[in-house]
């Protein structure tokens, strides 16, 4: 027995439903003014009636513009990208640009795969989370000759443009402020080693030798979450000389921490301070609140996304790297 495919609404379909000519509906999806409007009145009622979508293809082939944007994040899970997309959004949806989001699982493989799927769909640029790529995705973007902004961190040299922060420089003032308040036995505490990661224990091994202090890495496979800084504070407390502060890669991982130590009934700060990254509304109303690199994570995304589409319009001059900084609050935990 053979099943009926479910067949597209066309621009014909509404015309025989108006009454109208294909040609007359065509002008009104060109431009609603064209029509006289009793008759626009009809056309946008009978789009709304058979759920018509408009086939984008032709328009982006004579014009060479999807009014698309690839965006990738390494995760879904990760509630830093939350205010990221959030400023991206700010600024593509008043301006008629729909984003394409698609993550990777911090892989670089991955992320080359997502990419060609990306560009295969005719997006206008990509915002990418990640500064470090395979030499394939270096070739594809070269090729497809899509502008290109990558987010979150301004240590790297970037394909074309950085809008983010030093991730080193931030982590390095954090050890150092736990340092300035007493501290001694300082342990970092990073996950699944992306480049961000890796820069912020670079900064904190920075402060650590200048101080002619003993680093303690802690580092695990698996990628940061609360789960993750709960079952690595067993290692830390085996340590001895016993830690007195960590610093965590970011606010999940210190959340993971926290609630652990509470469970334990490890006081905070008094027996064990805890640091963060990134200011996360979780970790700011938690008692005691913790301590974190604040980030400008909205104004990323939308100052990201402003430049993007200024490129796409044809802008040529560019600030190669945009550092929107970081602010250290010490909250209550160290």
């Known amino acids: ?29 060109k431009n609603p003014n064209l029509v006289k409007v009793s008759s626009r009145i009809q056309i946008e009622s009978a789009i709304n009636k058979l759920g018509y979508i408009p086939n984008r293809a032709p328009n982006i082939l004579s014009k060479g513009k999807s009014h698309a944007i690839g ?5 879904i899970s990760n509630h830093v990208f939350d205010e990221v997309l959030r400023g991206i959004e700010s600024v593509t949806e008043p301006a008629g640009y729909q984003i394409m989001i698609a993550h990777y699982s911090y892989s670089k493989e991955l992320e080359e795969k997502r990419i060609g799927s990306l560009l295969g769909y005719h997006v206008d640029g990509l915002i990418l989370s990640e500064n470090v790529h395979t030499a394939n995705t270096l070739r594809m973007i070269s090729s497809s000759g899509v502008p290109v902004t990558e987010i979150m961190d301004t240590c790297t040299p970037p394909i074309q443009q950085a809008v983010g922060f030093n991730n080193m420089q931030a982590s390095q003032k954090m050890t150092e402020k736990l340092i300035q308040k007493g501290y001694k036995n300082i342990a970092y505490i990073g996950a699944k080693g992306d480049v961000r990661d890796i820069l912020r224990q670079r900064g904190y091994e920075a402060a650590i030798a200048e101080h002619a202090l003993k680093p303690l890495i802690f580092r695990s496979p698996d990628v940061s979450s609360i789960r993750l800084g709960s079952e690595i504070l067993d290692s830390i407390l085996r340590v001895r000389p016993k830690v007195d502060a960590a610093i965590c890669t970011n606010d999940d991982v210190a959340m993971g921490v926290l609630l652990s130590c509470k469970k334990k009934g490890i006081l905070i700060p008094d027996e064990l301070a ?7 509304e979780m970790g700011q109303l938690y008692s005691p609140k913790l301590a974190s690199v604040i980030t400008p994570r909205f104004n990323i995304g939308k100052v990201a996304a402003e430049q993007l589409l200024s490129r796409i319009d044809g802008v040529q001059v560019i600030d190669e790297c945009i550092d929107l900084g970081f602010e250290i609050n010490d909250g209550e935990s160290i």
């Open 1 to 29: 027995m053979s099943k009926n495919k479910a067949k597209r609404t066309t621009l014909q379909d509404i015309a025989d439903v108006v009454g109208m000519t294909k040609m007359t509906v065509s002008r009104y999806m």
């Open 274 to 280: 805890v640091s963060g990254m990134h200011g996360h």
């Open 71 to 75: 965006v990738l994040f390494p995760s």
